[in-house]
């Protein structure tokens, strides 16, 4: 018999092809009449054509949106929100995106309609992760989650094949850790499986055609269930090493999510035998972990840390720090197989 605790975060989400164009009836059941539009500089021709899109209920745009949500970038962003006197945030991004919305939000309370582009899966969770003075914080607070949540289909095309892979991967992430977290429960266990089970299908057909719709749906599906794991339950091992590797080495976000996941499964195998179970029946093999890493392959993910900018020298210290204020683990952390993990994912050896 389980026993178990389950935390639903309340969330409006709207999901389709051409969803985007039931943003004024959002605006409205929000009463929201100028909002501020926000994206990161390359998106923001996209956030431009909404403005345009809504007329007189934009009251403009920011798109300095950057990686990690830097103080300096919300601080600015909120002395320009300010100025256009807006009443509700829209983000048309990433990850980067609803970062600066959700910092945005909890500064303001004012209400954010997020319409994801990206598989990053944040518009999901309460989680806001924050740099100052190039150290990253992270904190969890139901005011940043936003109002509603667009998930439009068509806004997921121009996502470019490679960067789906890696996006796709890093949501994969939090499904799995997902299912042997220590608050783990079964209704959560279910939307990470059938999450894994579609974006494993999705991500290889996207990377050769990635304006198949049936792939591209198939994908923003999964990774929004992604986005209601990793924001309902605590993530482990692999999450740790990602967000330490990352801030020790400034590595790109989601490719390191590509790199680590096979090498942090593996390592956690032995200790979740029923997790492994579920995986080898919905990835359909004996060995998830080294599905992982072929689906890497696959999807044109880089595979070792060492082609995205970690140094040798770095294994060492990622060991220590992976060591020191570890989260949960469903497998003890010991040393030396922590320190052969690290390495394999550095020279994109095969997970064991
Ligand atoms: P991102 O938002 O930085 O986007 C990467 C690049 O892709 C950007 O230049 C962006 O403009 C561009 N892009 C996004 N969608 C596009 C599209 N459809 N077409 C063309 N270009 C597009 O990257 P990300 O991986 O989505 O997000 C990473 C950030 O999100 C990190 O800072 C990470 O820490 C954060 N994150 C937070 C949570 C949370 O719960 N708080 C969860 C996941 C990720």
């Given at each position: 018999m389980d026993t178990f605790v389950y935390n639903g975060q309340p969330a409006r989400v709207i999901f389709g092809s051409g969803t985007i164009q039931q943003l004024p009836a959002e605006l409205d059941r929000l009463g929201l009449k100028r909002v501020a539009v926000l994206a990161t500089p390359p998106q923001e021709p996209e956030a431009r054509r909404l403005v345009e899109q809504l007329g007189g209920r934009a009251a403009g745009v920011y798109a300095r949106a950057t990686m990690h949500t830097p103080v300096e970038v919300t601080e600015d962003a909120l002395r320009v929100i300010v100025d256009l006197k807006a009443d509700g945030l829209v983000a048309v991004g990433g990850g980067s995106t609803t970062g600066l919305a959700k910092a945005i939000a909890l500064r303001t309370d004012l209400p954010q309609i997020v319409v994801p582009t990206t598989y990053a899966g944040s518009e999901m969770t309460p989680i806001l992760g924050e740099t100052r003075d190039g150290v990253k914080v992270t904190q969890s607070s139901p005011k940043v989650l936003p109002e509603v949540v667009i998930y439009d289909i068509d806004l997921t095309l121009s996502l470019p094949a490679a960067m789906s892979g890696t996006s796709g991967l890093n949501a994969i992430a939090h499904a799995v850790e997902a299912l042997y977290a220590r608050e783990r429960n079964p209704v959560i266990s279910l939307m990470a499986t059938e999450a894994i089970g579609a974006l494993a299908a999705a991500l290889p057909t996207i990377a050769v055609e990635p304006d198949n719709r049936e792939a591209r749906s198939k994908a923003l599906y999964g990774a929004w269930l992604c986005g209601i794991c990793l924001g309902s339950v605590g993530m482990a091992l692999h999450h740790k090493l990602c967000h330490t590797l990352g801030g020790s080495f400034d590595l790109p976000h989601a490719e390191t999510h590509a790199i680590v996941l096979p090498h942090a499964l593996a390592y956690n195998a032995p200790a979740v035998p029923d997790v492994m179970q579920r995986l080898r029946d919905v990835l359909g093999t004996d060995d998830p972990a080294m599905a992982l890493y072929d689906l890497a392959g696959r999807v044109g993910a880089r595979r070792a840390l060492a082609d995205i900018?970690?140094?040798?020298?770095g294994i060492e210290l990622a060991t220590d720090r992976a060591l020191s204020?570890?989260?949960?683990?469903?497998r003890p952390l010991e040393r030396e197989a922590l320190k052969g993990l690290i390495g394999r994912a550095y020279a994109g050896e095969r997970p064991r």
């Amino acid at each position: 018999m389980d026993t178990f605790v389950y935390n639903g975060q309340p969330a409006r989400v709207i999901f389709g092809s051409g969803t985007i164009q039931q943003l004024p009836a959002e605006l409205d059941r929000l009463g929201l009449k100028r909002v501020a539009v926000l994206a990161t500089p390359p998106q923001e021709p996209e956030a431009r054509r909404l403005v345009e899109q809504l007329g007189g209920r934009a009251a403009g745009v920011y798109a300095r949106a950057t990686m990690h949500t830097p103080v300096e970038v919300t601080e600015d962003a909120l002395r320009v929100i300010v100025d256009l006197k807006a009443d509700g945030l829209v983000a048309v991004g990433g990850g980067s995106t609803t970062g600066l919305a959700k910092a945005i939000a909890l500064r303001t309370d004012l209400p954010q309609i997020v319409v994801p582009t990206t598989y990053a899966g944040s518009e999901m969770t309460p989680i806001l992760g924050e740099t100052r003075d190039g150290v990253k914080v992270t904190q969890s607070s139901p005011k940043v989650l936003p109002e509603v949540v667009i998930y439009d289909i068509d806004l997921t095309l121009s996502l470019p094949a490679a960067m789906s892979g890696t996006s796709g991967l890093n949501a994969i992430a939090h499904a799995v850790e997902a299912l042997y977290a220590r608050e783990r429960n079964p209704v959560i266990s279910l939307m990470a499986t059938e999450a894994i089970g579609a974006l494993a299908a999705a991500l290889p057909t996207i990377a050769v055609e990635p304006d198949n719709r049936e792939a591209r749906s198939k994908a923003l599906y999964g990774a929004w269930l992604c986005g209601i794991c990793l924001g309902s339950v605590g993530m482990a091992l692999h999450h740790k090493l990602c967000h330490t590797l990352g801030g020790s080495f400034d590595l790109p976000h989601a490719e390191t999510h590509a790199i680590v996941l096979p090498h942090a499964l593996a390592y956690n195998a032995p200790a979740v035998p029923d997790v492994m179970q579920r995986l080898r029946d919905v990835l359909g093999t004996d060995d998830p972990a080294m599905a992982l890493y072929d689906l890497a392959g696959r999807v044109g993910a880089r595979r070792a840390l060492a082609d995205i900018g970690m140094p040798e020298s770095g294994i060492e210290l990622a060991t220590d720090r992976a060591l020191s204020n570890p989260y949960w683990n469903p497998r003890p952390l010991e040393r030396e197989a922590l320190k052969g993990l690290i390495g394999r994912a550095y020279a994109g050896e095969r997970p064991r």
